[in-house]
């Protein structure tokens, strides 16, 4: 019977060693003060450029990064892998806008696509949609005014972008997943990854777009994407997630005057989270869903939709799947029981990836966050161990 508290399974490719290193990282950052004492020092050294390897390699990118390359992730995707839970490969490196450094990550980007074509233990591509688009045009062109010239010709770059990644996936079979940032760049990315779908998911879901369920309005927009898809005759790739950028959506919102984007509670947010589950499982035949949480709930959930319905636990329409170095619990127990389960795995060099270290720094600190789950599955774990060498 398929439970997350089972620490043998969900630590099974950690040695002792392994397990003393996250522990020890997870109680640094059970203690905020020094996370906040932190992330200064690390973004001013980031940012004089000085070298930071030192620290930061051997502790958080270590438990956060598979590694510099696509190449060096290959010995993180095999571990994995020896337990059945698959990679998506994700090149988080968060840069300059201009032509050259997009080109620079669209090309990434794309060997990324052809990499996990070639590798049966990587069976997604993903790629956030802001790294290929004028991040102005892309928030002028969502946010309904009327856009001049040079907005236009950069939505069409974007626009171009897009299609030379998802006909890369395409024409390698290999599904990929647009993330999704913050909510005034939505509308636009939203209308070309609509148009992607139909033109690329004709008799599977190859291209995938993301739902922030803290949203208020995600219920609906899945709603009529699914009605779209029916009507026009392509399979809809649901990625699901709560969101990332809360705070930051609330601020600007007060700032800016205008109606608060994001749910009024947490409870609303489950709520319409585990809702989006229940709708997209039940026009299955329409729909593809990946369940990006380490929400037990909300894993646990979808696992009894699936039981309900009665689909098997490898239905490849259905895919579970947490961040590298977190909840291992969920992905480890799932795998074991044979579900469709993938860790996203990011990479880059260490200077580049700060941001994205820091997001994960910080959410692991928050007094609700995740320290304190995977703090005390990691000592369960130890205590465990330790009791078995007796
Ligand atoms: C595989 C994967 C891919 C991801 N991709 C993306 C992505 O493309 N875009 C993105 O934005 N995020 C992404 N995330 C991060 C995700 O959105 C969440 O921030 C993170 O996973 C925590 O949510 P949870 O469901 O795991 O867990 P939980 O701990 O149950 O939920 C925490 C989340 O609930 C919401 N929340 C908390 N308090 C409140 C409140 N007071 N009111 C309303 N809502 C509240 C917030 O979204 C918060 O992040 C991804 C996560 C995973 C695991």
Redesign the pocket.
């Known amino acids: 019977m398929l439970t997350f508290d089972n620490t043998e399974t969900a630590f099974k490719i950690k040695s002792d060693t392994d397990l003393k290193r996250a522990h020890m990282l997870f109680r640094i950052l059970a203690y905020p003060v020094l996370v906040k004492i932190g992330n200064p020092f690390i973004n001013l050294a980031s940012t004089l450029r000085l070298p930071i390897g030192w620290i930061v390699k051997p502790t958080a990118y270590r438990q956060f990064v598979g590694g510099e390359t696509l190449e060096s992730c290959k010995a993180a995707v095999d571990k994995l892998y020896s337990a059945k839970v698959y990679s998506i490969l994700d090149y988080s490196v968060e840069g300059k806008k201009d032509d050259k450094s997009i080109q620079e990550a669209l090309n990434e980007t794309i060997r990324s696509v052809i990499n996990a074509g070639k590798d049966p233990n990587i069976p997604f591509a993903v790629f956030k949609p802001t790294a290929f688009g004028d991040n102005k045009a892309l928030e002028l062109l969502s946010n309904g005014t009327m856009p001049d010239k040079k907005t236009l010709e950069e939505g069409e770059k974007f626009r171009q972008r897009m299609n030379t990644l998802c006909s890369t996936a395409y024409k390698n079979d290999i599904p990929i997943l647009v993330?999704?940032?913050d909510s005034f760049y939505q509308n636009f990315i939203d209308s070309v990854v609509l148009e992607m779908m139909e033109k690329f998911n004709r008799s599977k879901a190859i291209v995938f777009n993301?739902y922030?369920m803290?949203r208020v309005d995600r219920l609906d927009v899945l709603k009529n994407d699914i009605e779209r898809a029916r009507k026009k005759g392509f399979y809809l790739g649901a990625k699901f997630?709560?969101?990332?950028?809360?705070e930051k959506e609330r601020e600007r919102a007060r700032r800016m005057n205008y109606p608060d984007p994001?749910?009024?509670?947490?409870e609303?947010?489950d709520r319409d989270y585990n809702m989006a589950l229940k709708v997209s499982v039940e026009n299955i035949d329409v729909v593809s869903v990946f369940n990006?949480?380490?929400?037990e709930k909300?894993s646990m959930y979808l696992v009894e939709l699936m039981k309900e319905k009665g689909l098997d636990p490898g239905d490849q329409r259905l895919w579970f799947?947490?961040?590298f170095g977190m909840s291992d619990h969920i992905s480890f127990n799932l795998a074991e029981e044979g579900y469709n389960v993938a860790k996203?795995v990011p990479y880059g060099p260490v200077r580049f990836v700060l941001p994205y270290l820091m997001r994960r720094v910080e959410e692991n600190t928050s007094v609700k966050g995740q320290t304190g789950r995977e703090l005390g599955l990691i000592k369960k774990e130890v205590r465990r161990r330790s009791q078995y060498q007796k």
């Open positions: 993330d999704a940032e993301t922030q803290y997630v709560r969101g990332a950028y809360m994001i749910q009024p509670d947490k609303s947010t990006g949480t380490h929400n909300s799947s947490q961040l996203y």
